[in-house]
Nanobody
Framework: QAQLVESGGGLVQAGDSLRLSCAAS????????MAWFRQAPGSEREFVAG????????VYVDSVKGRFTLSRDNAKNTPYLQMNSLKPEDTAVYYC??????????????????WGKGTLVTVSS
C-alpha cells in the first residue's frame, strides 16, 4: 500500500529554517507530480508548492516565493521542502501529496492521488 509520511516539522522562531521531507513507500513515485499543502488553524488547506515528476518545473504560492524551495530525489523517492526565513503566518500543518502525471513537466495541485498525514510547523514571533 502506497504511503507518504512527512517529517521535519517543529517549533522554531521567526527567521529560522526547516526542511520538510516526505518519505514515499509502497510504490515508486517517479511518475508522480508532488506537492506540499498546508492548513492553518481555522483556515482551509492551501497549495504551497508543487514539482513536476522530472524535477525541472516548480511553482510556489506567492506568500512563500523566495523563501521556500521544493526539490525531489527520485532515487530516494523523496521530495524536500526547504523553508527559510520562516514567519509566524507559516504556522500550519504541512501535507505532502502526489498525483500521477503522464507529462513529466506538469505540476498538479488538484486531484491528488495520495496524501500524507501531515507534520506541524509552528513559528513563534
Amino acid at each position: 500500500q502506497a504511503q507518504l509520511v512527512e517529517s521535519g516539522g517543529g517549533l522554531v522562531q521567526a527567521g529560522d529554517s526547516l526542511r520538510l521531507s516526505c518519505a514515499a513507500s509502497g510504490r515508486t513515485f517517479n511518475n508522480y507530480a508532488m506537492a506540499w499543502f498546508r492548513q492553518a488553524p481555522g483556515s482551509e488547506r492551501e497549495f504551497v508548492a508543487g514539482i513536476s515528476w522530472n524535477g525541472l518545473n516548480t511553482v510556489y504560492v506567492d506568500s512563500v516565493k523566495g523563501r521556500f524551495t521544493l526539490s525531489r530525489d527520485n532515487a530516494k523517492n523523496t521530495p524536500y521542502l526547504q523553508m527559510n526565513s520562516l514567519k509566524p503566518e507559516d504556522t500550519a500543518v504541512y501535507y505532502c501529496a502526489a498525483a500521477y502525471s503522464s507529462n513529466r513537466y506538469m505540476i498538479l495541485r488538484n486531484g491528488m492521488d495520495y496524501w500524507g498525514k501531515g507534520t506541524l510547523v509552528t513559528v513563534s514571533s
